[in-house]
């Protein structure tokens, strides 16, 4: 299945609920408020909650792995899988789900992209995530960061930009010689003679 919101619509086929019935069962206060998480969902999984979708499993009675990421079946326990030792002390992370899954599958899968790109991904993980991280996303990341954080292409960098104060230090200093030396020139030809 492509999407969280059409894992929510087989439910509600398969089972025979209406938007209203799931809504019900997952404890929102209008019937209504189920058909807005579908539309927000299909345009952008991310902004819908983890707590809300959280929810809807509970609701549905359906696997939250299985929801939220498509893994595995919708009857599966999630209470057999508790959060991995990263997952629980990075609070911070709580929004991009499966992120540490998603990040060791993407190692696994390209194994050429260096160790700085993944720490540099780890590191900004808490600013450009959210809602669900798949492998592939995670991936595109490191290839930005690694080609953005290349130490190779940084030192190069730095290496053009003082090349470049150099180049502009010596030019300020010609530019200081020479406006000092017509305004030395002119003060010896005001000079009285003796």
């Known amino acids: 299945m492509a999407g969280i919101a059409d894992r929510i619509r087989k439910v509600l086929a398969d089972e025979g609920w209406s938007e209203r019935e799931l809504a019900r069962r997952a404890g929102f206060t209008t019937p209504s408020q189920l ?3 579908l539309r927000n969902l299909d345009r952008d999984e991310g902004a819908v909650e983890r707590s809300t979708l959280q929810r809807i499993a509970r609701g549905a009675v359906v696997s939250e792995r299985w929801l939220l ?8 326990e999630d209470s057999a899988r508790g959060p991995s030792t990263s997952e629980s002390v990075r609070p911070h992370l709580l929004n991009a789900i ?22 540099a991904v780890a590191r900004s993980s808490r600013y450009i995530l959210r809602g669900i991280v798949t492998p592939e996303d995670v991936i595109k990341l490191a290839r930005v960061a690694e080609e953005l954080a290349d130490p190779a292409r940084l030192e190069a960098a730095l290496e053009a930009q003082t090349a470049r104060v150099r180049e502009l230090e010596a030019q300020m200093a010609r530019d200081l010689a020479a406006r000092q030396a017509p305004g030395a020139k002119h003060a010896a030809r005001k000079r009285p003679r003796a």
């Open 69 to 76: 990421l498509g893994e595995g079946a919708a009857g599966d």
């Open 98 to 119: 499966g992120f540490d899954d998603a990040l060791a599958e993407a190692r696994r899968r390209e194994p050429k992209i260096r160790s700085h790109a993944w720490e």
């Open 35 to 37: 058909n807005g998480i």
